[in-house]
């Protein structure tokens, strides 16, 4: 028998899937216990997932790799907490945490079973993180899939059903092309542990060598998708900006698992390949993350809803992250799993901002107030005999909280000083123009993640400053109410992300070692194959 | 039987992608179907293509890998079908939800210009 804390690495899949059912199995006049339980399931997540942080950092990499079912590594599944998998697992509790709570003002009333499918959208999360099976992470893939498209449709309206429509209908065909490259792979490689991948990779040669080649390939394309990379992305603005705000929050993390993926499966790859650099195919993701970027910041200037904005700014968030994962450098590696954090959490509370400003306002308000600049028709000039009345409006106090928290997210996402947001750039840019050592000249590629990364800054600042004029300044508005339950998970993430700032230095360190192990994987395929499985005594023949 | 197999999976593909690529969402929903086959025809193959050979143990069979195939792939193809079928019939919900609130069956929720 093992110890009951060699179980805790399964806890973030179970502890939400026991949930989601008992959810289901409630009455609906308990809403109320509904609501209870979520909270309770995410806090569990979350203490869980901080367990498994703790553990993994102690240990020097990996907090430990559970064997589903007792079988031994290549033939049965594997579970791999590691320092990357424990972080995203805190990530995604935290996100929860917060859309949850703010959930409870109202949206979980607005269609029926919002609570089981958020459990298991967690669930999905916690699964593709731990996972160390490709086609595991297909099924986790597709359980989380399956309870987004619940999430996104969930309070309904045309807007939505129109983009869900084209939602399913994109992430289909991303399944399908995970399908091709994951059974490509088994065909030429005879696995589909990705450890024992990375193992017999270095054996392969001529036919199954290419045919692993295009596995590779075609699975990146899958990934990408969900990583929202151009050109596979046009999907994702109308369908983030149509969805139900706490849904919205959550889904700030679902292109991150497109970003982990890719992250996990190329420096796996390429752990057998010493001339790729440390991560499989680098030049294509670093190409595409900066063309990504570059659409990203292009569609928030062009976007006049501050909803579209918020989504235009998770294309913005991804494809920073691909350049940087592109970039294949541990240095500026680091950074960037800094900025995934700060990303996220920022959009998450940018998404649930939008929502509370929105609804105080009329709707539309601050589209047609745009489309006014933009078309010159400004309000008639106060002329000298008119008093002029603007003169010393006064802020109520809930608008001045919601307006600062605006100024927080926008420097969050921009990455402007004094805010994490700018810690997390300005370290992978000098990592980047660092380079390889002292001495070495400036690389092209550098120089161009320099270029494009500031660009889209300015542009988001640009677009923001805009918007954030339009609608904190603007002279008609009733009476602001904030409620607590809207205001606190707000703030909640907005102060993390300032504390982020403030303890950059642990965060800094434990990043640091992260983004090392991941570009020397050794140590994580040598602790999943080592793994012995737990057999009780006298049984050893059984099987 | 390795060409019937490669020309039934190009074929199911070719069509699913272009039936993918139309404006009517019935047609989009069909494009998947015949995808879905076509990748489930694949993964298949992608296992080897043996006869008379079957992918579990049985009894009066010898136990050696000459006389079997490879069980993966099968039940690989046999999640997918699962996961594939569930997608669809959400996908169908979807469609007829979006059919009912926009009027039309145009996937943009509104009739092209042509």
Not at chain 1, 284 to 302: D, M, R
Not at chain 1, 347 to 371: K, N, R, Y
Not at chain 1, 391 to 412: D, K, Y
Not at chain 1, 514 to 525: C, F
Request: hydrophobic share 60%.
């Amino acid at each position: 028998m093992i110890g009951w804390s060699a179980h805790l690495i399964i806890l973030p899949v179970v502890i939400p899937m026991i949930a989601g059912a008992a959810m289901l199995l409630m009455d609906d006049s308990r809403r109320i216990w509904r609501a209870r339980l979520g909270v309770l399931a995410v806090l569990a997540q979350l203490a869980a997932a901080l367990a498994l942080l703790a553990r993994a950092d102690a240990a020097g990499g990996t907090a430990g790799v559970y064997l589903l079912g007792d079988w031994a590594a290549p033939f049965g599944i594997v579970l791999v907490a590691d320092r990357l998998a424990a972080m995203m697992l805190v990530l995604a509790a935290v996100l929860g945490l917060a859309a949850l709570v703010y959930a409870q003002a109202r949206w979980d009333r607005a269609g029926v079973h919002f609570h089981t499918l958020f459990q298991l959208q967690l669930m999905g999360l916690n699964g593709a993180f731990l996972t160390g099976d490709l086609f595991n992470l297909f099924v986790c893939f597709e359980i989380l899939l399956a309870a987004s498209y619940g999430l996104l449709l969930h309070g309904s309206g045309t807007p939505r059903v129109k983009a869900g429509l084209h939602y399913i209908a994109v992430n289909l065909v991303a399944s399908f092309l995970f399908l091709i490259g994951a059974s490509l792979i088994y065909g030429a490689v005879g696995t589909l542990n990705m450890a024992d991948l990375a193992e017999r990779m270095a054996g392969l040669a001529g036919q199954d060598k290419v045919l692993l080649q295009v596995g590779a390939g075609v699975l990146g394309c899958a990934f990408l998708i969900k990583a929202a990379a151009w050109p596979l992305n046009f999907w994702l603005p109308a369908a983030y900006a149509s969805a139900a705000a706490p849904v919205a929050a959550l889904f700030a993390i679902m292109t991150k698992v497109g970003v982990y993926a890719v992250l996990r499966m190329g420096t796996l790859l390429a752990a057998a390949d010493p001339g790729s650099g440390g991560v499989y195919g680098a030049p294509w993701i670093f190409s595409v993350g900066l063309v990504t970027l570059a659409l990203g910041a292009a569609g928030l200037l062009a976007s006049q809803e501050l909803r579209r904005q918020a989504a235009w700014s998770v294309l913005v968030s991804s494809g920073t992250l691909l350049a940087a994962v592109g970039y294949a450098q541990a240095e500026v590696l680091a950074s960037a799993l800094y900025y995934l954090l700060v990303s996220t959490l920022a959009i998450a509370a940018f998404f649930l901002l939008i929502e509370i400003v929105e609804s105080q306002s009329p709707a539309g308000a601050s589209v047609l107030a745009l489309t006014l600049e933009a078309f010159g028709l400004e309000d008639a000039p106060a002329g000298p005999d008119q008093p002029d009345e603007v003169v010393g409006v006064t802020i109520p106090a809930a608008m001045a909280i919601l307006g600062v928290a605006f100024v927080a997210c926008a420097l969050l996402i921009t990455g402007l000083p004094p805010l994490s947001g700018f810690v997390a750039k300005f370290g992978m840019l000098a990592g980047a123009l660092r380079g390889a050592g002292p001495g070495t000249p400036i690389s092209g590629s550098a120089w161009l993640l320099l270029a494009v990364v500031l660009g889209s800054g300015l542009a988001g600042m640009i677009a923001l400053v805009r918007s954030g004029i339009r609608t904190f300044w603007a002279v008609e508005r009733g009476a602001v109410r904030l409620r607590p339950v809207e205001a606190l998970p707000m703030l909640g993430l907005l102060g993390l992300c300032v504390a982020m700032t403030a303890a950059g230095e642990p965060l800094m360190r434990y990043l640091d070692a992260t983004a090392r192990a991941l570009h020397a994987p050794q140590g994580y395929v040598e602790a999943v194959m080592s793994q012995p499985a737990q057999r009780p005594a006298g049984q050893e023949d059984a099987r | 039987m390795e060409l019937i197999l490669a020309l039934a999976i190009g074929v199911l593909a070719g069509s699913g992608v272009w039936l993918l690529l139309r404006p009517r969402t019935f047609q989009v929903i069909m494009g998947l179907s015949l995808l879905s086959y076509a990748v489930n025809l694949f993964i298949f193959g992608m296992g080897r293509l043996r006869v008379d050979a079957p992918p579990v143990l049985e009894p009066g069979r010898a136990a050696d890998l000459a006389s079997h195939v490879d069980p993966v792939p099968q039940a690989l193809v046999l999640t997918a079908i699962v996961i594939g079928f569930a997608m669809t019939a959400l996908f169908l919900v979807v469609l007829l939800a979006a059919r009912g609130l926009t009027g039309t069956d145009h996937v943009d929720g509104r009739e092209g210009e042509t």
